[in-house]
């Protein structure tokens, strides 16, 4: 008999922890991995406008270079993969009219019959520009990504550590990014637990239903 879903996601959800220490004898197969990267491309965001980039460090050269710049943490150079997460410093009308030639193309609508719509993120976008909080809205999208990765990791029963112990702009540098129009803000390593990383067996600390659940 199948597992119940909601038991199996409850399960999964106490299962991952932020992983210390990773085995570097192990890799995510091609198949899990082609999951995980499309955890990340189909993400939600705001309107829609995916304001980000996902860097996959393959190099292992330069995740040695990195590791200095995350308060040297393991994980860096232990884990399975390791993405990085970059945010759209500004996103303008011209990014709009991409989007909406996109969803034009990709559903078969007239981009005329789409003005409305584009108007409306253009006013949206002007708004963030003038309290210059563009690339602030960006970073929460880029934070919707990487919560989706976590998950989509721990259904797969593959561990993570969501990493924001790191140097941004010394990433910006390390990856190329400075002209770009992105900039990293956080990363992610991916793999299989160490059996000597001590911090799996600690019990979660969290607040309570009560706590921070409000029924109305
Ligand atoms: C955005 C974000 C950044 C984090 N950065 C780090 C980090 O740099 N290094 C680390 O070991 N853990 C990091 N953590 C892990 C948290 O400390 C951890 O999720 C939290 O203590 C709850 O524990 P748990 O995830 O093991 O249940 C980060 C978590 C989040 C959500």
Request: hydrophobic share 40%; aromatic share 8%; proline share 4%.
């Amino acid at each position: 008999m199948t597992q119940d879903i909601n038991a199996l996601i409850e399960q999964q959800l106490s299962w991952r922890y932020a992983t210390k220490r990773f085995d570097p004898t192990k890799t995510i197969s091609t198949k899990d991995w082609h999951s995980l990267e499309e955890s990340l491309r189909l993400a939600p965001s705001s309107f829609g406008l995916q304001p980000w980039k996902f860097i996959v460090v393959k190099n292992p050269e330069i995740r040695t270079q990195l590791q200095p710049l995350s308060w040297n943490q393991p994980q860096l150079v232990e884990a399975s993969h390791l993405v990085v997460i970059a945010a759209k410093k500004e996103v303008t009308h011209a990014d709009v009219e991409g989007f909406l030639a996109s969803i034009s193309e990709t559903r078969g609508v007239p981009v005329a019959a789409l003005q409305d719509y584009g108007g409306m993120m253009k006013g949206f976008l002007d708004a963030l520009a003038q309290q210059g909080t563009c690339e602030h809205w960006a970073t929460r999208q880029a934070y919707l990504a990487l919560g989706m990765l976590l998950s989509t990791a721990a259904l797969l029963k593959i561990d993570a550590c969501p990493l924001e112990g790191i140097n941004p702009v010394g990433y910006d540098e390390v990856l190329g990014l400075n002209q770009s129009g992105y900039s990293t803000k956080v990363a992610c390593a991916l793999g299989y637990r160490s059996s000597q990383d001590a911090s799996a067996s600690y019990a979660k600390v969290r607040q309570t239903r009560a706590q921070v659940m409000l029924d109305l």
